[in-house]
Every structure is written in structure tokens, then in C-alpha cells.
């Protein structure tokens, strides 16, 4: 089944500890994105990536990394995590840069406290 | 960078009666148009899509269209069902590929 995935689903931590939420797809697609979503501010993009060793920054990457070591996973990596960092976090994939369908993740709620 | 404005943020609709969203973007390069759905507690879902090169597409009941002059486009849904209830959301990239997200319309259909 074609799909993206993502861990954890749900996080609580606190403030300061590192953390990774991973994300996967079998579609070999070879853009890949997180994003943010926060009420009234809609999802808003935090890093994209258009292939293999490949990152730019979104939107609102302040406070966070990413890597793109294989084409199928593309992690996101909070060094140092703030309260202003709570929120839900898709990733999502398509097939050719963001000019086609995204195939999103099914989301992971992270509570930093 | 872009920036991709919607409205309303709420809508009612009676069952059966049409809904519009709108939204403006900033970019004249933005030559793609996605619109996604919602539901609650799932993830977002691509709905309807629209490229520079046509000024309306149609999926059944679902519309958009687009006028690339006043650089807005906008999201029909006719014959409204209860399971239209959702948050829609429309967005743009830039030439750069960055991707930018209105902030969303609720969506009621009121049985």
C-alpha cells in the first residue's frame, strides 16, 4: 500500500530534550516536506526537500533540522525543543518537486513542556 | 516570498445550497493551484487541483477556478452533502518550490 508514515504519533516531552519524528513513503517520491499546523495559522512549511542531499528551509524552520540521507526518509530533528514548538507536524511526499499532488503523513501531536 | 490569503474562515451552508472559498495569492510566478480537504482529526487530502494554462477545471461536484490577472482562485461546491463538513485549505508554491497553505475555511453543512 502506497503511503507515508510517521513516529511517533503522539509526543509529550519537555523542554530541552531532543527529539526525532521520523518519516517514510514507498512511492519514491522525490519531494518531501514537513509542516506545521496551528489553529488560524493553517500548515505552514518548516523544510522541503527535493531529493537526496537536497534541503532548503521553509517558512518557519527556526528550531529545526532535517536530513535526507535515502530517498524514502526524511526525519525532522528538534535540537533543543520550546513550548512554542507544541503543535501537530505532517510530512508529506509527492512525485516532482510541489507542483504535483502531496501525499501527507498521518500527523504526530507534539506537547513540549 | 508567497503569500496566499483565504475567506472566509467559516462558512454555514444549508444542505443542498452551494459554497464558495476564495482565495488571493502574491506570487505572478505561481503556476499551480491544489486545493485539500480536511476531515476532523485526519490528515489533509488533495481534493481538486488547477494549472496556470486553464481558467477552470471541474470534478464532479467540486470546482475551481482561476483568474491569473487578479491572482485569485477559488474553490464551488455544489448540491452541499453533510460530508462536506471539513476545513478546506488553499495553497500555491513559489517558483522555488516552497509551499505556502492558506489558513483555512470551516466548512458546515447543515443538514
Known amino acids: 500500500e502506497a503511503q507515508v508514515t510517521q513516529n511517533p504519533r503522539y509526543l509529550i516531552t519537555v523542554t530541552g530534550k531532543k527529539l526525532t519524528v521520523t518519516c517514510s513513503q514507498n512511492?519514491?517520491?522525490?519531494?518531501m516536506s514537513w509542516y506545521r499546523q496551528d489553529p488560524g495559522l493553517g500548515l505552514r512549511q518548516i523544510y522541503y526537500?527535493?531529493?537526496?542531499?537536497?534541503?532548503d528551509k521553509g517558512d518557519v524552520p527556526e528550531g529545526y533540522k532535517v536530513s535526507r540521507k535515502e530517498k524514502r526518509n526524511f526525519p525532522l530533528i528538534l535540537e533543543s525543543p520550546s513550548p512554542n514548538q507544541t503543535s501537530l507536524y505532517f510530512c508529506?511526499?509527492?512525485?516532482?518537486?510541489?507542483?504535483?499532488?502531496?501525499?501527507f503523513g498521518p500527523g504526530t501531536r507534539l506537547t513540549v513542556l | 516570498g508567497e503569500n496566499v490569503e483565504q475567506h472566509p474562515s467559516t462558512l454555514s451552508v444549508q444542505e443542498g445550497d452551494s459554497a464558495v472559498i476564495k482565495c488571493t495569492y502574491s506570487?505572478?510566478?505561481?503556476?499551480?493551484f491544489p486545493w485539500y480537504k480536511q476531515e476532523l482529526g485526519k490528515r489533509p487530502q488533495l481534493i481538486i487541483d488547477?494549472?496556470?494554462?486553464?481558467g477552470e477545471k471541474k470534478d464532479q461536484r467540486i470546482a475551481v477556478t482561476l483568474n491569473k490577472t487578479a491572482k485569485h482562485f477559488s474553490l464551488h461546491i455544489t448540491e452541499t452533502q453533510p460530508e462536506d463538513s471539513a476545513v478546506y485549505f488553499c495553497?500555491?508554491?513559489?517558483?522555488?518550490?516552497?509551499?505556502?497553505f492558506g489558513t483555512g475555511t470551516s466548512l458546515t453543512v447543515i443538514p
Open positions: 508529506a511526499s509527492s512525485y516532482q518537486g510541489s507542483y504535483n499532488e502531496q501525499f
Open positions: 512511492m519514491n517520491h522525490e519531494y
Open positions: 526537500s527535493m531529493n537526496v542531499e537536497v534541503t
Open positions: 506570487d505572478s510566478a505561481s503556476n499551480y
Open positions: 488547477i494549472r496556470s494554462n486553464v
Open positions: 495553497a500555491a508554491p513559489n517558483t522555488g518550490n516552497q509551499f505556502y
